[in-house]
């Protein structure tokens, strides 16, 4: 299903990552690194927590939106009820919406703040997600100590925050479009082949986003999934292919697959993972491409494989969901 959205804008964004990410392809254009996973806190979730606020805190302050003029406030994360997410909004004192579509959280979130925007007499919504490598490891697969050999084709938990204020006011970048996603469940029970799980969502969400905007391939300058890594890309392609026949061509990117340096951090395996992964790389360099002209329309797919450790342990299959975001610099 998409929605069309008219008066929907982005007014500032804002990235906050650990030394992992720094070391990456994006190193130098985040707000703000660290060089651990503790953060000077005592533990992994409490360091996520801190990581969120310093996200938010960047993005207010180049905007120079205060926290008493966000009239709503959407945030996501891998954490267990979105407790990250929750405890940093106490601060925020502002009301709050804590959803949950796992790696496909970021673009949920512009679907709803879009819709409240659109909709309701408010003025700018504040769109947060976090993950942290730590505390992702430990609560679907296994705490790094236990020292579990990994195989290529999974993932590695991105560690970072990003903020998004979303306005009325006009700027020069706006939220033309979004595609709400079908779940789908192709009977994939690997937990860590994501790209498996994923792929047949992105696939379907962006045909129907095609189908629906009257739009092609070639009307985009980048289409940017996130995050099904390097595998999971490669099976996107001739999933389209096979079943929708549509070349995806030059224009797929995914942010798995570009913000680490694969050949120099090997221990990311197949990429990036985690609600911040499509975020960071989004905040960075698509919005920073868009601000000076070298991009003018943008889809992007957030990917979300719907995993339950224990569901997964009776051996079910894994659901997967992806909604779409379709960005444009205003002309």
Same mark, same amino acid.
């Given at each position: 299903?998409?929605?069309?959205?008219?008066?929907?804008?982005?007014?500032?964004?804002?990235?906050?990552?650990?030394?992992?990410?720094? /070391?990456?392809?994006?190193?130098?254009?985040?707000?703000?690194?660290?060089?651990?996973?503790?953060?000077?806190?005592?533990?992994?979730?409490?360091? /996520?927590?801190?990581?969120?606020?310093?996200?938010?805190?960047?993005?207010?302050?180049?905007?120079?939106?205060?926290?008493?003029?966000?009239?709503?406030?959407?945030?996501?994360?891998?954490?267990?009820?979105?407790?990250?997410?929750?405890?940093?909004?106490?601060?925020?004192?502002?009301?709050?919406?804590?959803?949950?579509?796992?790696?496909?959280?970021?673009? /949920?979130?512009?679907?709803?703040?879009?819709?409240?925007?659109?909709?309701?007499?408010? %003025?700018?919504?504040?769109?947060?997600?976090?993950?942290?490598?730590?505390?992702?490891?430990?609560?679907?697969?296994?705490?790094?100590?236990?020292?579990?050999?990994?195989?290529?084709?999974?993932?590695?938990?991105?560690?970072?925050?990003?903020?998004?204020?979303?306005?009325?006011?006009?700027?020069? *970048?706006?939220?033309?479009?979004?595609? *709400?996603?079908?779940?789908?469940?192709?009977?994939?029970?690997?937990?860590?082949?994501?790209?498996?799980?994923?792929?047949?969502?992105?696939?379907?969400?962006?045909? /129907?986003?095609?189908?629906?905007?009257?739009?092609?391939?070639?009307?985009?300058?980048?289409?940017?999934?996130?995050?099904?890594?390097?595998?999971?890309?490669?099976?996107? %392609?001739?999933?389209? %292919?096979?079943?929708?026949?549509?070349?995806?061509?030059?224009?797929?990117?995914?942010?798995?697959?570009?913000?680490?340096?694969?050949?120099?951090?090997?221990?990311?395996?197949?990429?990036?993972?985690?609600?911040?992964?499509?975020?960071?790389?989004?905040?960075?360099?698509?919005?920073?491409?868009?601000?000076? %002209?070298?991009?003018?329309?943008?889809?992007?797919?957030?990917?979300?494989?719907?995993?339950?450790?224990?569901?997964?342990?009776?051996?079910?299959? *894994?659901?997967?969901?992806?909604?779409?975001?379709?960005?444009?610099?205003?002309?």
């Amino acid at each position: 299903m998409t929605i069309n959205f008219n008066n929907v804008f982005i007014k500032e964004v804002s990235a906050v990552a650990s030394f992992d990410e720094k /070391e990456g392809t994006f190193g130098k254009l985040y707000d703000k690194t660290y060089d651990d996973y503790y953060l000077g806190c005592k533990t992994f979730e409490q360091a /996520e927590i801190k990581m969120l606020k310093d996200s938010v805190n960047v993005v207010l302050g180049k905007s120079g939106v205060k926290i008493n003029e966000i009239d709503a406030v959407i945030g996501a994360d891998l954490s267990n009820q979105g407790a990250v997410n929750s405890y940093a909004s106490v601060d925020f004192n502002r009301p709050y919406l804590g959803l949950y579509n796992a790696c496909a959280s970021m673009c /949920e979130e512009f679907i709803i703040g879009s819709s409240l925007l659109q909709n309701k007499p408010l %003025k700018n919504v504040l769109l947060n997600v976090s993950s942290h490598n730590m505390t992702a490891e430990r609560q679907f697969r296994n705490p790094v100590e236990y020292g579990c050999p990994k195989p290529k084709r999974s993932t590695f938990t991105v560690t970072g925050a990003a903020s998004c204020i979303l306005t009325t006011e006009k700027t020069n *970048i706006k939220v033309t479009s979004v595609s *709400i996603g079908t779940p789908t469940d192709l009977g994939v029970t690997d937990a860590y082949d994501m790209g498996s799980v994923m792929a047949p969502s992105a696939g379907r969400t962006i045909y /129907e986003h095609f189908l629906e905007t009257k739009t092609k391939v070639d009307d985009y300058d980048v289409i940017l999934t996130g995050d099904l890594g390097v595998y999971g890309k490669d099976i996107l %392609k001739e999933y389209m %292919k096979e079943t929708y026949d549509i070349d995806l061509k030059n224009k797929l990117e995914d942010a798995a697959s570009i913000i680490y340096d694969r050949k120099k951090q090997g221990h990311v395996k197949a990429g990036g993972s985690g609600p911040a992964c499509l975020a960071l790389v989004t905040y960075t360099d698509i919005i920073n491409r868009m601000k000076n %002209k070298e991009l003018s329309k943008v889809l992007l797919v957030a990917t979300g494989a719907l995993m339950s450790p224990t569901m997964n342990n009776q051996r079910l299959s *894994i659901p997967s969901i992806s909604h779409a975001v379709c960005l444009e610099v205003v002309k």
